[in-house]
């Protein structure tokens, strides 16, 4: 850490300039196989949001099972029946995303041919 202090004052006119080389500037992320399939700005942030709709109703469908185990496990027998709705219901919701990605783009291959 110390040994940077004596080069901060040749460093001090490109900062204050707005000189200073972007460390980051050809650095990108690797898609790995999605990489051909996300090749535009608004096609990866579709993928994220898909992604994190995805991962939220995860996060329901994982409550709806603890809550149904906490009812379980103190004999609330009642609640029963309404967290294994929410189960289904989230589910539901959970397939649905997983299979919305294959089902838009045979829909997309269809229409393209």
């Known amino acids: ?3 940077v202090l004596p080069h901060l004052p040749a460093l001090a006119p490109q900062v204050l300039t707005g000189r200073v080389p972007n460390p ?3 650095i990108t992320p690797d898609l790995g196989p999605f990489a051909p399939l996300l090749d535009t700005k608004w096609k990866q942030l579709l993928a994220a949001a898909w992604f994190f709709w995805l991962l939220y109703a995860i996060w329901h469908l994982l409550r709806a099972i603890g809550e149904a185990y906490r009812q379980r496990e103190t004999g609330i027998y009642g609640g029963l029946e309404q967290a294994r ?3 289904t219901k989230n589910a539901f919701v959970v397939a649905g995303l997983v299979a919305a990605p294959a089902l838009i783009g045979a829909v997309i291959a269809f229409a393209a041919s």
């Open 1 to 3: 850490m110390l040994d």
């Open 24 to 26: 980051l500037q050809d």
């Open 85 to 87: 709705q929410e189960i």
